[in-house]
Every structure is written in C-alpha cells, then in structure tokens.
C-alpha cells in the first residue's frame, strides 16, 4: 500500500481484528473528517499508529510548498513512494476553496500546450495518493479560516485513463469527506468510452471536456487524442451523459492567439456547444515552456466571447490563479525532476 487513505473501512477492519471496533472508527474520523495522518491521531495508541505506519506506508511526502503574491493560491510538489512527484493546488476564492488534485504523475494525452502533456508519462495515482492530496489542502484551509468546498480533478493526469482509482477517489470524496458530488468536476480531453462509462455509475459529479478545437484536422493536432475519438464521437458521448445524469457538460477551451481564437473558431465551437446544450469556459493560454504560442489577447477574447454569445451560447472567462508560482491551469510539472520522455 502507498498511502494511508488506501485501505477502505474493511481492510482496516481487518488490519485492526486484534483492537476494539471503535478504533477503526477513530482511525477513519481522523483520516477522513479531521485529515490527520496516521502518526497525528493521538487517541490511538503510539503502539498501533507506528504499527500501522508500518503496514499501509507513508503517504505524500512533502518536497515543497509555495503561495502566490497574495496567499489566495497555494500549490505543493509531492514526492510518492517510489520517488515518482505531483503537484496540488488550493484556491480560495470569496465564496469557496478549491483543490485542484492530480490523477496521475505525467500525463500520457500529449497535449502540446500542457506542461504535463510535455514532460510525458510515469504512471496512476492510487485512490489513497489521490485523497491524501485533499486532505493535505483540507488542513492548510482549515488554518486558513476556510472551508473545502469544490474539488477539480484538473491537475496532473488524464483522469479517465486512470478510471477505477478516480471513481474510486470520487465516491471517498462524496461519502467520506463530504464533499458534494455536484461540487467535484472531472476534466477530460475526451476519452469516449470512459465518458459513456461514466454515465452509468450513478454520481451526481460535473463532467468539463477540454477541446480546444472544434475541428477534426485543427484539433488532431492540439489534442492528439482526437484522432481515436473525434469530435463526433465526443458530442455523442457528452449527449449521453446530460441525457443519462442530467448533469450539463462543460466545455473548456484553452484561447491561443491566431491558433484557435478566429471568428470561424467561434462559430465551430458554438455548433458543438450547442449541439450539447454546454456551458462553455475559455481559459486564457497560460506560458509553458515548451510550446511557443501565446495567449489571446483580452480584446480577442472579449470578441470571441461575443460571437459566442450572439448565437445563444452560456459562456464564462475563467479567472487565472497563481501564475507566478507556475500553479495555473496548464502548468503543473513537478519541475524539480526532469521526467522521462
């Protein structure tokens, strides 16, 4: 095991045969509702929690912490057991806080433009490596005077490639964390058969498809999963979660100059959009190094914004939160390793 959030309530039950049954209950309370690791929950005997240390392992070891300017975004860089890193981040805004958590180290999806996607692959997240990461940003909010309330499945790592492990975080997220279903947002590029899957397994979560492009030949090459499943394909899958949940489809869109912010984007992206009944989110293009395009310029999303709107499409610009600690959308890489390519 690699984490303390890994075992269910069952293995701990096993795990703990020999003690009282009300320390399996205090074991999960503190993991779950007070997020303390394994070594901080003091009304287990020093005995057990070393023994258990020993049996389910460390967990997320710390590497380093940063904040931005004015302390709203915090991101860590994690080292993992196997000294593979991740990176989290907690956004406080004036209504919530949000986790930004990781689903993998790397990312396979290839997208040029995502630090991720740039550093290439090294392997799933557990479902305990995925919770500890809300739990760490859960103690930090506490401390803060905050209260977690929304986790995006937005950070390193294509979730739905890492499919058990992330319905699996999910249902600890909601049941045991309680965190709202409705409240927790899983980003895709766009894998087709994990979406369909996802229709079916009955949580009330928020699912956001990143696109980038609303044409096969442009989109082939911005998010090279589009040549396994196209954008027909797509909207098809996206139809048969709002038919199968209720639970609109958000559409993200990453705006990069004189690459997919023209006016025929705009009208491309608005069929799709609308074909899916979808709220649309543009994010401003936020710098990586590997990939020279810059982001649209604020007078061009105003227009495409406009465009959009003028044919009925519901659309928001979000808000960029910590660019100066690399911590934005688009640019976590655990940059104090060089991963493999």
Not at 226 to 251: P, W
Not at 289 to 315: D, R
Request: proline content about 3%.
């Amino acid at each position: 095991m690699r984490s303390a959030w890994d075992p269910d309530k069952s293995e701990y039950a096993t795990l703990l045969s020999d003690y009282p049954s009300f320390r399996v209950e205090q074991l999960w309370n503190g993991l779950y509702k007070e997020s303390k690791s394994i070594d901080e929950i003091s009304v287990l005997p020093s005995e057990l929690r070393n023994t258990l240390v020993q049996q389910v392992g460390n967990g997320l070891t710390l590497n380093r912490v940063q904040e931005s300017e004015n302390s709203d975004t915090v991101k860590w860089l994690w080292n993992l057991h196997d000294d593979k890193q991740i990176e989290t981040v907690l956004m406080h805004y004036d209504k919530r806080s949000t986790v930004c958590i990781s689903s993998q180290a790397g990312c396979a999806m290839g997208c040029g433009f995502c630090a991720t996607g740039q550093a290439g692959y090294e392997r799933h997240l557990t479902v305990g490596e995925i919770c500890e990461q809300v739990a760490h940003a859960t103690k930090r909010a506490t401390a803060d005077g905050r209260r977690v309330s929304n986790i995006v499945f937005m950070g390193m790592g294509e979730p739905l490639a890492n499919y058990a492990n992330v319905v699996g975080a999910i249902r600890r997220l909601n049941t045991d964390f309680g965190i709202g279903a409705r409240s927790i947002v899983v980003s895709t590029v766009g894998l087709v058969p994990q979406i369909r899957m996802l229709a079916d397994e009955g949580i009330q979560f928020s699912l956001a498809i990143s696109i980038h492009s609303a044409n096969d030949e442009a989109r082939n090459e911005l998010v090279p999963i589009n040549k396994r499943h196209n954008l027909k394909d797509l909207t098809e899958a996206g139809n048969n979660f709002y038919r199968k949940t209720g639970r609109r489809v958000s559409i993200e869109w990453a705006m990069m100059a004189d690459t997919n912010d023209a006016d025929s984007d705009a009208n491309e992206l608005a069929a799709i959009a609308k074909d899916m009944d979808a709220h649309v989110n543009l994010i401003p293009l936020n710098p990586t190094p590997g990939w020279p395009t810059v982001g649209s310029s604020p007078e061009k999303i105003k227009h495409f914004v406009g465009l959009l709107k003028e044919q009925g499409v519901n659309v928001t610009v979000r808000k960029n939160r910590g660019t100066d600690i690399d911590a934005a959308c688009g640019q976590l890489r655990a940059t104090s390793v060089e991963f493999k390519k």
